[in-house]
Every structure is written in C-alpha cells, then in structure tokens.
C-alpha cells in the first residue's frame, strides 16, 4: 500500500514563505512519480510541481519561479517550498504519487493513483 498524508499547511502573509511536507511511502520505490496539485475554492485542481524517482522535475509554467519541489529520499519526505506567497495562492495543496509515471505525463491530475487529503494554505493580504 501507498501512503501518502500532507502537513505543513496553516495561514502566512503575503510575501513570505511555507514549505510543504508530504510523507509518501513510495518514495522507497524505484520508479515513481509524486507530484504536488492546489485546488483554490470554485476552481478546478492545478498542477503545481512534479518529481520522479530520477528526481527529474516538471512545474506547472504558470507558477514556475516561486514554488520548488524537492525531497528527502532518506526520510521518504517530499517537500514544496512556497516563496513570495500570494493571496491567490490559497486553496488545498494535495500531494499524489503513482508509479511509472515520467515527464510532462507526471503534471496531469488523472494520471495520478494515490492522493494524501490535502493540507490547507491560506495566505493573507
């Protein structure tokens, strides 16, 4: 079984910065993908990142810049860190993984199999 479970979320002003945590038992796996999705309220779920077990990385063009994804094969931990945060970033931040799954495929929402229950961000003016 996957297990994969968000945290790190809370409320930030704007301008500063939140990092992400995702604790997701695949990444003891050889070949996966774990990508990290925002949902704000009334709009569809968004990429934001992705990383494969090459630690390859794709980002959503959008919101490249300000987000970079990462993670820690040890403690079997991925990680988004946010900088700049703006209001418009506040919504759900759900972590996914599945397995062989590798380049621009790793962006797509479908493409995903186990998804964690999100952790909420919101971000003040």
């Known amino acids: 079984q996957v297990q994969v479970v968000e945290s790190g979320g809370g409320s930030a002003r704007a301008g500063g910065s939140l990092r992400l945590s995702c604790r997701a038992s695949?990444?003891?796996?050889?070949?996966?993908?774990l990508g990290w999705f925002r949902q704000a309220p009334g709009k569809e779920r968004e990429a934001v990142a992705a990383?494969?077990?090459?630690?390859?990385?794709n980002y959503a063009e959008p919101l490249k810049g300000r987000f970079t994804i990462s993670k820690d094969n040890a403690k079997n931990i991925l990680y988004l860190h946010i900088e700049n945060l703006k209001p418009e970033d506040t919504g759900m931040y759900y972590c996914?993984?599945?397995?062989?799954?590798?380049?621009?495929?790793?962006?797509?929402?479908?493409?995903?199999?186990?998804w964690g229950q999100g952790t909420q961000v919101t971000v003040a003016s």
């Open positions: 996914a993984a599945a397995r062989f799954l590798y380049g621009s495929f790793s962006l797509h929402v479908t493409r995903y199999e186990y």
């Open positions: 695949i990444v003891a796996e050889r070949e996966y993908s």
């Open positions: 990383i494969d077990s090459s630690d390859r990385v």
